[in-house]
């Protein structure tokens, strides 16, 4: 019985010792280990690709502005060709 208590005892503490070590090799924390590795490589990208969406938004935001204002032009050019081709027949 003795025996088998200091076996469990000891693998009780090698087991605690494994659990350490497992926790410190792959905690997103240590930017050493291959989980805080691959999470802050993870974390840049999220941060360029909410970057780019950002750029994208502003720049879909322009072409919208932009497409606006030239079918107001269209608009405004149709009118003034009507008034033209109304002249144009009259003075025919």
Known sequence: VAALQEEKSILL???QILIE????SDSIEDPNSPAGRRHLQLQTQLEHLQEETFRLEAAKDDYRIRSEELEKEIAELRQQTEELSTLAEEAQ
């Open 13 to 15: 503490a090698e087991n």
């Open 21 to 24: 070590r497992l926790n410190q």
